[in-house]
């Protein structure tokens, strides 16, 4: 197993469902084409896919109908990391950082599939009773409308990488020193970085 990499699939999932706001690329035939979209991550089984939705009539749209082959891009917290702190300090410096990409087959959805993602993806973040937004409480007509103008899609994931670089390759002290970097430094990204080193659940 690679010092950036680990065999708890758990913890990949875990990853996944907690950034699912991801890039999602295709090809056009000429050019990569991408989009950003949040996606709910679904474990049947053995099987790994991913639910969400995207604009018709756009770049991306139109090279999922010609190529269904896609990657899915999870990005977690980063933080550079100043080689002043170690205990050697006369070497490079580096960056930690957590992603996971995967790669599978995209569907797009008809439109009462389509209904059923927006449906879900409205009453996970507004709430059914006490949000005025509530899909429940939207016009019928407006829904329809708006239904038009997006797809919803499913993505069968074949193959999964992930790279989550913590500085385990760096001794108990040097990585003492780095969390301790990290958690004076003022970006988020850094002390987030941080908690995940503390947390010791990367091995």
């Known amino acids: 197993m690679p010092y950036f990499a680990t065999d708890q699939q758990d913890v990949v999932l875990e990853f996944m469902q907690k950034n699912a706001f991801i890039t999602l690329v295709g090809f056009d035939g000429t050019f990569p084409v991408s989009t950003q979209v949040p996606v ?24 999922f109908k010609q190529n269904p082959n896609v990657l899915a891009i999870f990005t977690g917290p980063h933080a550079y990391v100043s080689a002043s702190v170690y205990e050697q300090p006369a070497v490079a410096s580096t960056w930690n950082y957590m992603t996971v990409q995967a790669k599978g087959i995209i ?41 038009k103008a997006i797809s919803g899609f499913e993505i ?48």
């Open 107 to 147: 569907r797009l959805m008809d439109q009462n599939e389509t209904y059923e993602v927006i449906k879900e993806i409205t009453n996970k973040y507004e709430h059914p009773e006490r949000s005025p937004a509530a899909f429940h409480k939207m016009d019928e007509e407006y829904i329809q409308k708006n239904l």
């Open 156 to 203: 069968k994931i074949l193959k999964l990488d992930h790279v989550f670089k913590l500085s385990q390759n760096h001794s108990p002290e040097n990585q003492k020193r780095i969390i301790n970097y990290l958690e004076q430094e003022e970006e988020a990204g850094a002390k987030q970085v941080a908690k995940e080193m503390k947390g010791k659940r990367i091995k």
């Open 40 to 63: 709910k991550v679904v474990k049947t089984g053995n099987d790994l896919s991913l639910i969400g939705h995207i604009m018709n009539k756009t770049d991306h749209h139109v090279a």
